[in-house]
């Protein structure tokens, strides 16, 4: 079956451009999570959506982050004014409600210029 | 604050032996672990995890063990072949039942030689 689709694969935006990354999670998965990899660095946890509702948005770096989930289904991650800090590799994930496995997709590499 | 670490970023090993990773955690609310394994330009894939009740578990090739009072897990890899060449994440979650947010670790790139 499809696995998680994310889009677009590589961005290039200018400092204080908005961005918006796109996730497309396996059918069926009611949870999301997005985190980021940044150059030499682990993934690090963004935010997580249980259906559209997202009880954890601890480590949205900033308010410039927002992200949002509609129909259980797609969600759009978006950064306002980028900066170079945001140059990262934006990764989504899903999983079923009850599971701890989560499936990767192949991420969005953002390069803030 | 790093609460699960990967203190080895590299690792080499001939194709056949074993391969050793290895991760070390902080927080002893952690009861869940988890490896990943990741090749370029792709996300990672889910290797093989174990809850925190456990201390060992076997899927093929691939064992975790978990030794939780020294906060520490391992991946073994044995035979290791050229096709595990990677980088490995170990990750860890807290919260048993419900799907919740992993930390991971920085990563080790495992080499397999021929």
């Known amino acids: 079956g499809a696995g998680v689709s994310q889009s677009p694969s590589n961005k290039v935006t200018e400092k204080g451009k908005d961005v918006e990354l796109r996730c497309d999670p396996i059918?069926?998965?009611?949870?999301l999570y997005w985190y980021r990899q940044r150059l030499g660095q682990g993934l690090e946890f963004l935010i997580y959506f249980q259906g559209n509702s997202a009880p954890d948005k601890s480590g949205l770096p900033s308010d410039r982050f927002s992200a949002e989930r509609t129909g259980e289904s797609v969600s759009t991650l978006t950064i306002q004014r980028t900066q170079q800090e945001d140059s990262a590799v934006y990764l989504c994930?899903?999983?079923?409600?009850?599971?701890?496995?989560?499936?990767f997709g192949p991420g969005t590499r953002l390069t803030v210029t | 604050d790093q609460q699960v670490k990967q203190n080895s970023p590299s690792l080499s090993v001939q194709e056949g032996r074993i391969s050793i990773l290895n991760c070390d955690y902080t927080?002893?609310?952690?009861?869940?672990f988890l490896w990943y394994k990741k090749y370029p330009a792709e996300g990672p894939t889910f290797l093989i995890s174990i809850s925190s009740i456990k201390d060992k578990n076997e899927d093929g090739r691939f064992t975790v063990f978990l030794n939780k009072s020294a906060k520490h897990l391992s991946l073994h890899i044995v035979p290791s072949q050229p096709g595990d060449s990677a980088v490995y994440f170990c990750?860890?979650?807290?919260?048993?039942?419900?799907?919740?947010?992993?930390?991971f670790g920085t990563g080790t790139r495992l080499q397999v030689t021929l």
């Open positions: 059918s069926g998965h009611t949870a």
């Open positions: 927080n002893s609310m952690f009861d869940y």
């Open positions: 994930a899903s999983s079923f409600r009850q599971g701890y496995e989560q499936y």
């Open positions: 990750a860890a979650s807290k919260g048993t039942g419900t799907a919740s947010k992993l930390t």
